[in-house]
């Protein structure tokens, strides 16, 4: 059983000392969690004994925590980063939706605002198409309904 003789000791064990594999952020936040169990645990000395503990009492509390709860300590760390992790992917993604979404409509109303110009170059090209085969079509009406044949309109420019 691995005894402590104070913080420096417990963070060089989860900090320190730990595999190359594992982020020492890791270790920081397990750090932070066994210092948090010792403010606990001085607030509950204070409120229970009538004064803050000394420093020998602190020295003893480090040498009296277990192995194990540095293991739990490793444990929580982990699973409050694991939280805070998905928290924040969860918050990220929200956001990028959100953006996407803005995006889309934005690019959907700009679409629709050069709709309505193309839409009028279109019925102007229409209009005019349309009239130019009507004059075609009145031109041709008039010749074919005349019976003009060219024979005929030659005598006619001839007279």
């Given at each position: 059983m691995t005894r402590f003789n104070g913080p420096e000791?417990?963070?060089?064990e989860l900090v320190d000392k730990q595999p190359e594999n594992e982020d020492w952020l890791l270790g920081l936040v397990a750090f932070a969690v066994v210092e948090e169990q010792r403010v606990e645990w001085v607030k509950h000395h204070s409120e229970n004994n009538g004064g803050p503990p000394t420093d020998a009492d602190i020295r003893n509390w480090y040498l009296q925590l277990p192995s194990g709860a540095l293991?739990?300590?490793r444990d929580t760390a982990e699973a409050r980063l694991t939280d805070y992790a998905r928290s924040a992917i969860e918050?990220?993604?929200a956001d990028f939706q959100k953006e996407i979404e803005e995006?889309?409509?934005v690019s959907e109303v700009r679409e629709t605002k050069k709709f309505w110009p193309q839409f009028g170059v279109n019925l102007a090209g229409g209009l005019v198409s349309a009239l130019l085969f009507a004059s075609l079509l009145t031109l041709m009406a008039v010749f074919v309904l005349n019976d003009s044949s060219p024979v005929k309109i030659g005598q006619h420019?001839?007279?």
């Open positions: 000791e417990v963070y060089a293991l739990r300590a918050i990220y993604m995006g889309i409509i420019l001839v007279n």
